[in-house]
């Protein structure tokens, strides 16, 4: 951001300060992201059960509904699949449900094909997209045993979460897990099968700078879609209109002022959505299998998503 280009002078910005205007109704949506009934759907007895189908085949004992809950459960609170059964057992018990709660091997069978629908409806106007990847660890050893006994580094790996935010409701409207192999521009046409808007702004960083990136998204959207993609120090004009504009906005008037002008500073509000990802889900995937990763990064969007709809904090700049 802005520091990037005035590192010589950093400290001679002065830190923005704000303040929340809606203390009463923010504290309020904060404690009911910990109320467990809120997670429950108020049908969940009637359709806890799977429906019998009319094929040829095994029965399946619980729902999808029964399977998302639970595994939502675990994301929300952080739980192993074992505790997830204990938890969802006592929940159960204690609002007086007779439910027979599935274990963690079922839980986890299941999670692999789970069909999670989305709980945001499709905007009637068009909205602005920012998109950003970031790393979530996997699993892999934390550094202590290799201090105290000697033991040979252990082995670790990680996955990439792609994620798209609409900046006007604070929805996560796209989320994609893949490899720490693939980039982002290979997994930005996936990313955008999620979303059924029409996008008119996109704003990205300067990973997202090349051509198949504007291909897809004309592809997408249509030609009057704005591409807001800050092009690097040595970029040269090419075929694309709007990243020549850009090139000579910033040779002209300067970078800081192309940010301000072009709305690119807004661009922050998806890195501020991650690190909420990171410190209300966490920065770790529980699930092993590539499969359960792609179902549990599904719940945990619908479950942020969830915890917007409780209310929002409302800032003011205090000069």
């Given at each position: 951001?802005?520091?990037?280009?005035?590192?010589?002078?950093?400290?001679?910005?002065?830190?923005?300060?704000?303040?929340?205007?809606?203390?009463?109704e923010y504290n309020e949506s904060l404690r009911r992201r910990g109320?467990?009934?809120?997670?429950?759907?108020?049908?969940?007895?009637?359709?806890?059960?799977?429906?019998?189908?009319?094929?040829?085949?095994?029965?399946?004992?619980?729902?999808?509904?029964?399977?998302e809950i639970c595994l939502t459960l675990r994301v929300v609170f952080?739980?192993?699949?074992?505790?997830?059964?204990?938890?969802?057992?006592?929940?159960?018990?204690?609002?007086?449900?007779?439910?027979?709660?599935?274990?963690?091997?079922?839980?986890?069978?299941?999670?692999?094909?789970?069909?999670?629908?989305?709980?945001?409806?499709?905007?009637?106007?068009?909205?602005?997209?920012?998109?950003?990847?970031?790393?979530?660890?996997?699993?892999?050893?934390?550094?202590?045993?290799?201090?105290?006994?000697?033991?040979?580094?252990?082995?670790?790996?990680?996955?990439?979460?792609?994620?798209?935010?609409?900046?006007?409701?604070?929805?996560?409207?796209a989320s994609k897990v893949t490899t720490e192999h693939v980039g982002?521009?290979?997994?930005?046409?996936?990313?955008?099968?999620?979303?059924?808007?029409?996008?008119?702004?996109?704003?990205?960083?300067?990973?997202?700078?090349?051509?198949?990136?504007?291909?897809?998204?004309?592809?997408?959207?249509?030609?009057?879609?704005?591409?807001?993609?800050?092009?690097?120090?040595?970029?040269?004009?090419?075929?694309?209109?709007?990243?020549?504009?850009?090139?000579?906005?910033?040779?002209?008037?300067?970078?800081?002022?192309?940010?301000?002008?072009?709305?690119?500073?807004?661009?922050?509000?998806?890195?501020?959505?991650?690190?909420?990802?990171?410190?209300?889900?966490?920065?770790?995937?529980?699930?092993?299998?590539?499969?359960?990763?792609?179902?549990?990064?599904?719940?945990?969007?619908?479950?942020?998503?969830?915890?917007?709809?409780?209310?929002?904090?409302?800032?003011?700049?205090?000069?």
């Amino acid at each position: 951001m802005p520091h990037k280009f005035n590192d010589a002078r950093r400290d001679k910005f002065p830190k923005a300060k704000y303040r929340v205007t809606n203390c009463s109704e923010y504290n309020e949506s904060l404690r009911r992201r910990g109320d467990v009934t809120i997670w429950v759907s108020d049908d969940v007895v009637q359709n806890w059960t799977s429906p019998r189908r009319k094929t040829r085949g095994g029965q399946s004992r619980y729902s999808d509904l029964a399977i998302e809950i639970c595994l939502t459960l675990r994301v929300v609170f952080r739980l192993p699949l074992r505790q997830t059964q204990g938890f969802v057992r006592s929940i159960a018990r204690l609002m007086g449900m007779d439910l027979v709660v599935p274990d963690y091997s079922t839980l986890s069978r299941r999670g692999k094909r789970l069909k999670i629908t989305p709980n945001r409806s499709v905007s009637d106007k068009s909205i602005t997209l920012i998109v950003d990847s970031t790393g979530l660890k996997v699993h892999g050893g934390n550094g202590w045993h290799e201090e105290k006994h000697g033991t040979k580094k252990a082995r670790k790996t990680w996955r990439k979460l792609h994620i798209g935010l609409d900046p006007e409701t604070g929805d996560v409207v796209a989320s994609k897990v893949t490899t720490e192999h693939v980039g982002d521009e290979t997994a930005l046409p996936a990313l955008l099968t999620d979303i059924d808007d029409y996008v008119s702004r996109f704003l990205a960083d300067g990973a997202y700078d090349g051509q198949g990136v504007t291909d897809c998204l004309i592809g997408k959207f249509g030609r009057g879609i704005d591409v807001i993609i800050p092009p690097p120090k040595n970029a040269a004009h090419g075929e694309n209109a709007q990243r020549n504009h850009h090139i000579d906005a910033i040779a002209q008037h300067g970078r800081m002022s192309w940010q301000t002008k072009t709305g690119y500073n807004e661009r922050s509000r998806i890195e501020a959505q991650i690190g909420r990802w990171k410190q209300v889900i966490g920065d770790r995937l529980q699930a092993r299998d590539f499969d359960n990763q792609i179902a549990e990064v599904k719940i945990a969007s619908k479950a942020l998503n969830r915890m917007t709809g409780f209310g929002r904090a409302a800032y003011e700049r205090v000069f």
